[in-house]
């Protein structure tokens, strides 16, 4: 079984490599092929990914290529987690959005419109690609902003691609745990867009055990999400937000608390990798201790500034592990093998979420077997979740409208819409000002 990763040179590869080393079952994947445009940080990778099998019997074997097209032939999985512009262009998605006064978060709001459209043309080239030379594969996308890179996506392979993302998994894990449940055995009633949804319900044995966390105030604000947004709004909500939705719900704090920190997250994220990359110039330099060293104090440091804003505090131990690495394994195990699962993914809506049409890209869970993932029908949004998931749903479709046509005004309407945008004439500057930094961004006319 070949697995491809695209954007094989980025931080977070050894996070996959290490869930595959701990599969040992048959129709495991044998071979991993690392594709980058940089070859230094193919180099870099790849020394963190041999300590890492080191130990490891029959561990797949790795190998590493600028060469899009050779990396896509054959392969059975494709993994996208590419990152258009790096961490330069996400400091200055943020950097952009802050001078305007709004958010510029990577997948929220300004700086995830941002992020979008120069993203947008590349992973439908890539699709295009493996449309023509690896049909049969299975991409799995975690390239952001998630739900609206699937999308595109799925215009030209269609249910072939399926969208992860590790934060409702760790939504649910957390409320299962407060809850003394197993989350392998509750089934997480999770709907929404990528970074916009919301847990109505956790059911265990046929019986929702959500109710009991709500009516407990004590108990609701002893995890993350509790923490974060405060026992009195989610009783109110009668729900447990995404965390991103702290982006919403508190957005004139956020924004004040970016605005005043020294670095920004991807300006902070842009320097602690440089200095990543350069270590791993070393030869003497120990490539898995680097790694694990600058993992943790990444995780440690994951939207701080939110976390700050309501008082939460340090992250908990158990929410520094990621995990988005587990659902990709996961999800390939049940299309290889048929191990029938139930996961949260980011895929066509098929007719589950009845407010939107059937191409629509939602996260939702998902029944998954041999032949893909086929999303399970949810109930209806109450009325304010739904008109937000519409809005910035209209706002990833003007996004995707842009990029195919190269309209500016398309682009700036996709901005204007967005509900964390509250100006069309910050619209119109926003999309000069990444214009202006975005090399990416020059096919916009």
Not at 1 to 30: N, S
Not at 133 to 151: K, M, Q, R, S, Y
Not at 184 to 190: H, K, P, S, T, V
Request: overall charge negative.
């Amino acid at each position: 079984m070949k697995l491809t990763i695209l954007g094989g040179g980025g931080f977070r590869v050894p996070l996959v490599y290490g869930a595959l080393l701990t599969d040992r079952g048959e129709g495991r994947v044998t071979e991993v092929v690392l594709h980058d445009l940089d070859d230094s940080r193919l180099y870099a990778v790849a020394r963190v990914l041999a300590e890492q099998a080191a130990t490891v019997p029959d561990a797949p074997t790795v190998t590493a290529t600028t060469d899009l097209d050779e990396a896509l032939r054959g392969a059975d999985f494709i993994f996208s987690a590419i990152r258009v512009g790096g961490l330069e262009g996400r400091a200055n998605d943020e950097r952009v959005a802050l001078a305007e006064g709004v958010l510029g978060q990577e997948t929220v709001g300004a700086g995830g419109i941002a992020y979008g459209l120069r993203t947008v043309p590349v992973a439908v080239d890539i699709a295009r690609r493996v449309a023509r030379l690896a049909p049969d594969a299975w991409v799995i996308n975690f390239t952001n902003p998630a739900g609206l890179v699937t999308e595109a996506m799925s215009r030209h392979l269609g249910d072939r691609v399926i969208g992860i993302c590790d934060s409702p998994v760790g939504l649910g894990r957390r409320i299962a745990k407060v809850l003394g449940a197993n989350p392998r055995e509750a089934f997480i009633d999770y709907v929404g867009l990528n970074h916009l949804g919301w847990v109505r319900g956790l059911r265990v044995a046929g019986r929702d055990e959500l109710p009991r966390l709500l009516a407990d105030p004590d108990l609701l604000g002893s995890f993350e999400e509790g923490k974060l947004f405060g026992t009195d709004w989610l009783q109110s909500l009668g729900a447990i937000p995404n965390e991103y939705l702290h982006y919403y719900y508190f957005n004139r704090e956020t924004v004040r608390a970016y605005s005043e920190v020294e670095r920004t997250r991807g300006a902070f994220l842009r320097d602690q990798q440089a200095q990543f990359y350069d270590e791993m110039k070393r030869p003497d330099a120990s490539a898995l201790t680097v790694w694990d060293r600058t993992r943790a104090e990444r995780e440690a440091t994951y939207m701080s500034e939110n976390r700050e804003t309501a008082g939460a505090g340090e992250r908990d131990a158990d929410d520094l592990s990621g995990g988005y690495e587990k659902v990709a394994l996961a999800l390939m195990r049940a299309i290889a093998r048929d191990e029938r699962t139930t996961l949260i993914l980011n895929v066509r809506n098929q007719g589950a979420l009845s407010v939107l049409d059937t191409d629509a890209v939602i996260e939702v869970p998902c029944l998954v077997d041999a032949n893909g993932a086929h999303p399970v029908a949810v109930d209806p949004l109450p009325d304010h979740a739904t008109g937000l998931v519409c809005a910035v749903k209209g706002v990833e479709r003007e996004v995707l409208a842009a990029a195919e046509s190269g309209s500016r005004t398309t682009a700036v309407k996709a901005f204007a819409l967005h509900p964390l945008v509250d100006s069309v004439n910050v619209a119109r500057r926003l999309v000069e000002g990444y214009s202006e930094v975005h090399p990416g961004l020059a096919y916009l006319k």
